[in-house]
């Protein structure tokens, strides 16, 4: 181990009848931060649409308000934030 820098990584899962939040709902968080859609982050996650869409409203029924903000589209498509 000489020489190697050691990090840490820090998992937290919130759990109920089902998970409440996690590091896929994280990380489409954190996509939607950076990309502006929900599209886009889970095309950076290599997952389809639907699944994110999925996870994001299981999620929301889970703690009773929305994660993310929506804007319906216009010329330019939708966004969310």
């Not at 290599?46 to 308000?65: H, L």
């Not at 929305?66 to 969310?80: E, N």
């Amino acid at each position: 181990m000489e020489g190697q820098k050691l990090h840490y990584k820090v998992i937290m899962c919130l759990l109920g009848d089902k998970r409440a939040f996690g590091p896929g709902v994280a990380e489409l968080l954190d996509g939607v931060r950076r990309r502006g859609s929900l599209q886009g982050a889970a095309r950076d996650m290599n997952m389809s649409y639907s699944k994110a869409w999925t996870i994001m409203r299981d999620a929301e029924a889970i703690w009773g308000f929305p994660l993310i903000r929506r804007y319906v589209g216009g010329k330019d498509g939708g966004r969310s934030s």
